[in-house]
Nanobody, 122 residues
Framework: QVQLVESGGGLVQAGESLRLSCAAS????????MGWYRRAPGKQRELVAR???????NYVDSVKGRFTISRDNARNTMYLQMNVLKPEDTAIYYC????????????????WGQGTQVTVSS
């Protein structure tokens, strides 16, 4: 079983920065895609940023130029550097890893973190 633990959320003022981390533990052979999602009050969950095993990244338009996703494969860890935060970035942020626990078939996993609250005041 692969477990994800997030950290780095908090309360900041608009214009400030935060760095989220998501670390995986358990028997892991390979992590393919890693992603950050968020759910704001009264809204559906949305994909914020995603990074592939090869390092290709995608961002939702609202965070482009402000957020940077990265990964450390040696540590099975993913980061989200969030700069110039806005009140509309307030949400619970979740990390998601998709990969495999062995080299054979039937070993795939799709794990989620417990969520970390990010609150940006105006």
């Amino acid at each position: 079983q692969v477990q994800l633990v997030e950290s780095g959320g908090g309360l900041v003022q608009a214009g400030e920065s935060l760095r989220l981390s998501c670390a995986a533990s358990g028997s892991i052979s390979r992590i393919n895609n890693m992603g950050w999602y968020r759910r704001a009050p009264g809204k559906q969950r949305e994909l914020v940023a995603r990074i592939s095993s090869g390092g290709s990244t995608n961002y939702v338009d609202s965070v482009k130029g402000r957020f940077t996703i990265s990964r450390d494969n040696a540590r099975n860890t993913m980061y989200l550097q969030m700069n110039v935060l806005k009140p509309e970035d307030t949400a619970i942020y979740y990390c998601n890893f998709v990969g495999s626990t062995c080299s054979g078939w039937g070993c795939q996993f799709d794990s989620w973190g417990q969520g970390t609250q990010v609150t940006v005041s105006s």
